[in-house]
């Protein structure tokens, strides 16, 4: 057995305690760009990490040039999601094969930035239950994608900040960092694709959670293809959009002075 391993696949330093940080990566067929994206994110992140590729099915392109890899990145693995195929299942399934105190889920498809990484690790350490990486505030911005895709993305995260209280003005990018304490006490209740980010924000503001920002910017990808299916998943944005606004008009309704 590698001696990197714990139990269950887990990386584990020499100490014998799980690294700070485990990176969740959930790839469908990125073998053609994957390995720049891997190389940046383990030479570019000091807090100590595990980087942890998720992937639904043996045949996928990415397993070959992790394992390939990962005789010379330490802490790099890569693991099967068995809860179902789809990005949601491997995000979940990274989160529950993953042990260190914070998880990052981060793309495998260049979009997102490694240089933010340790700055996002030092606010969970200030206390923040998640930590958004933002394309919305000053600093931040956004680098190519479907048109549509990215009104939408950024008209839902500028209202939800400032008309229903969500601290964060990009929910839905889900290069995000959340404490594991917060993880384990939140039960996701998504069931299709990339709407995880929203969900754990809204139950965050929710609950009254802290939760930080950081500027980034996102790039599309420049290898492979996109699979995000904007109609297909609508309907599961909307319904935490919704949420997030009955929440803040039953917080607001909860403030007014009784009338005498
Ligand atoms: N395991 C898994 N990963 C996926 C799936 N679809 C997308 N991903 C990964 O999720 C990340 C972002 O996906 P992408 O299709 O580029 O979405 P976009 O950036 O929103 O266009 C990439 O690392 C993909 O490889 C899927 O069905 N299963
Ligand atoms: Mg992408």
Do not use: C
């Not at 100590?48 to 990145?73: G, K, M, N, S």
């Not at 790099?76 to 399934?93: C, E, H, I, T, Y």
């Not at 420049?222 to 109609?231: E, V």
């Not at 909307?238 to 008009?249: D, Q």
């Amino acid at each position: 057995m590698d001696p990197r391993r714990g139990r269950g696949g887990a990386a584990v330093s020499a100490s014998g305690i799980p690294p700070e940080l485990s990176i969740v990566l959930p790839v469908y067929n990125e073998g053609e760009g994957v390995e720049p994206v891997l190389r940046a994110l383990s030479a570019g992140i000091k807090t100590p990490h595990e980087l942890v590729v998720v992937y639904d099915f043996d045949e996928d392109t990415t397993v070959p040039v992790v394992a390939r890899l990962a005789h010379e990145i330490p802490n790099l693995r890569s693991l099967r999601n068995d809860l179902g195929r789809g990005v949601l299942n491997a995000m979940k399934a990274g989160i529950a094969g993953t042990t260190g105190p914070f998880v990052l889920i981060s793309m495998a498809d260049g979009s997102d930035e490694p240089h933010v990484v340790d700055p996002m690790v030092a606010l969970a350490r200030d206390g923040a239950d998640i930590v958004s990486a933002s394309r919305y505030i000053k600093g931040g911005h956004q680098v190519g994608g479907p048109r549509l895709k990215r009104l939408m993305s950024r008209a839902a995260g500028l209202s939800l900040h400032h008309l229903a209280g969500v601290p964060t003005h990009d929910p839905t990018n889900n290069f995000k960092l959340y404490q594991r304490t917060f993880l384990a006490t939140t039960p996701i209740e998504s069931s299709a694709g990339f709407e995880l980010a929203l969900e754990l924000t809204v139950k965050a503001t929710l609950a009254g959670s802290r939760i930080a920002e950081i500027p980034t910017t996102w790039r599309d990808r420049t290898a492979g293809q996109s699979n995000f299916k904007l109609r297909k998943w609508l309907p599961h944005y909307l319904h935490w959009y919704r949420v997030a606004f009955a929440g803040r008009i039953r917080r607001l309704a909860g403030r007014r002075p009784r009338a005498r």
